[in-house]
């Protein structure tokens, strides 16, 4: 069946200040993708959706996609404590549905 | 801010028990999603539904139900628990626009089974 793949692949341990590069990769062709935010025991936030492979920024937030590599990157830039937490992407499985395959998710942990 | 309640927030269940799984969404969403989170596996869809008195199956619907009676409210009913199933459930609610549907999650359920 269809895969999402996040890299890195279990936790990211970074200084506060640094920028984070987090990736996945998708075993198929991809209507759209999304980043989510999840705190330790919390409920999801949306961070970013990109339909058709478009770039997307908020914020300090930027995802992009490689739609020939079947790939997307969420960037943060200048890091923050309060930015540690789990972050999982997914793909649609039809278009403008919520019906999501997520990656398995990466821990972000910034240092002071 | 859209708002999706679920309850319990904690629950543990004994194997071949029956348990439900409730959730509640004040956006007046069509769409309602169940989801399982488990370590290595992210999140994984069980059921969905697109209005009141619709429910469809999702990735993994094996030894789970749905029920939707109102636009709502979105249960899970596990009718006979197993081991397999302690896990974390979210529940989400959506409605594709123009162009792109966001989720809104609730807290989760932390199901417990013996």
């Known amino acids: 069946g269809q895969q999402v793949q996040q890299s890195p692949p279990a936790s990211l341990v970074l200084q506060e200040g640094e920028n984070a590069e987090l990736q996945c990769t998708y075993s198929?062709?991809?209507?759209?993708m999304q980043w989510f935010y999840q705190r330790p025991g919390g409920r999801l936030v949306s961070l970013l959706y990109s339909p058709s492979w478009a770039e997307q920024r908020g914020g300090r937030l930027t995802s992009s996609a490689a739609s020939n590599e079947s790939r997307s990157s969420l960037h943060i830039s200048s890091s923050q404590i309060t930015d540690s937490g789990t972050y999982l992407c997914?793909?649609?499985?039809?278009?403008?549905?919520?019906?999501?395959?997520f990656g398995q998710g990466t821990k972000l942990s910034i240092k002071p | 801010e859209a708002a999706v309640t679920q309850s319990p927030r904690n629950k543990v269940a004994v194997t071949g028990g029956k348990v439900t799984l409730s959730c509640n969404q004040t956006n007046n969403h069509n769409n309602m999603y169940w989801y399982r989170q488990d370590t290595g596996h992210g999140l994984r869809l069980i059921h969905y539904?697109?209005?009141?008195?619709?429910?469809e199956k999702g990735d993994i619907p094996d030894g789970y139900k749905a029920s939707r009676p109102s636009q709502e409210n979105f249960s899970l009913i596990l009718e006979l628990a197993t081991p397999s199933q302690t896990s974390v459930y979210f529940c989400a609610s959506g409605d594709a626009g123009d162009s792109a549907e966001t989720l809104y999650f609730g807290s989760g359920t932390r199901l417990t089974v013996l």
């Open positions: 539904s697109y209005g009141a008195g619709s429910t």
């Open positions: 198929t062709t991809l209507n759209s």
């Open positions: 997914a793909m649609d499985q039809n278009y403008n549905q919520g019906k999501l395959i």
